[in-house]
């Protein structure tokens, strides 16, 4: 099995702060990484595929990097909107989740 | 517009079963590998199963093997988990999700709202 391992698992920043997670996988996965946003009470919301990829609908301050076995999350200007919880997936595997705070 | 509706979940006492429905609408449902994926209380997303578009092949997490089978019924566009033995680490909201492209490249582009699965005495 492939393990995720995203860090940090909890962050508090400022409305308009940039915001980076971090998602490192146990073996090689090209680009096949993915990130969802999760708030309180809801399913969760594809954001980016491929690593790269915005998903259609989705605010381009939002954006994903990375290859192989390390991968980045940003979100360029935090707004109140974005507090949720972040996990990043390849196939079946998700990571353990960012949970995200307005300080 | 694409619709995963789960239905089915509830409180049932341990060693007991249930029986969760997903009905897809707004896409071809034959056409899609689906997906189930449970989140525990405060916890994060963990797999459970998953079936391809025909229904032939079907895949578990450790966790659930032997106790759990995922079925699908193209004809009435809905997707099912039967969940037998059932235990208090079962206690979850179970979503359904629709897979995009199958394999190591997927990704889950639709879930459900998620029903409520309690396992307790």
């Known amino acids: 099995d492939i393990q995720m391992t995203q860090s940090p698992s909890s962050l508090s920043a400022s409305v308009g702060d940039r915001v980076t997670i971090t998602c490192q996988a146990s073996?090689?996965?090209?680009?096949?990484l993915n990130w969802y946003q999760q708030k309180p009470g809801k399913a969760p919301k594809l954001l980016i595929y491929d690593a790269s990829n915005l998903e259609t609908g989705v605010p381009s301050r939002f954006s994903g990097s990375g290859s192989g076995t390390d991968f980045t999350f940003t979100i360029s200007s935090l707004q109140p909107e974005d507090i949720a919880t972040y996990y990043c997936q390849q196939y079946v595997f998700f990571g353990q989740g960012t949970r995200l705070e307005i300080k | 517009e694409v619709q995963l509706v789960e239905s089915g979940g509830g409180l049932v006492q341990p060693g007991g079963s249930l029986r969760l429905s997903c009905a897809a609408s707004g896409f071809t449902f034959s056409s899609y590998w689906m997906h189930w994926v449970r989140q525990a209380p405060g916890k994060g997303l963990v797999w459970v199963s998953r079936i391809n578009s025909d229904g032939s092949s079907t895949s578990y997490a450790d966790s659930v093997k032997g106790r759990f089978t995922i079925s699908r019924d193209n004809a009435k566009n809905t997707l099912y988990l039967q969940m037998n033995s059932l235990r208090a680490e079962d206690t979850a909201v179970y979503y359904c999700?629709?897979?995009?492209?199958?394999?190591?490249?997927?990704?889950?582009?639709?879930w459900g709202q998620g029903t409520l699965v309690t396992v307790s005495s």
């Open positions: 073996q090689d996965i090209s680009n096949y």
């Open positions: 999700a629709r897979d995009v492209r199958q394999w190591l490249a997927t990704y889950f582009d639709y």
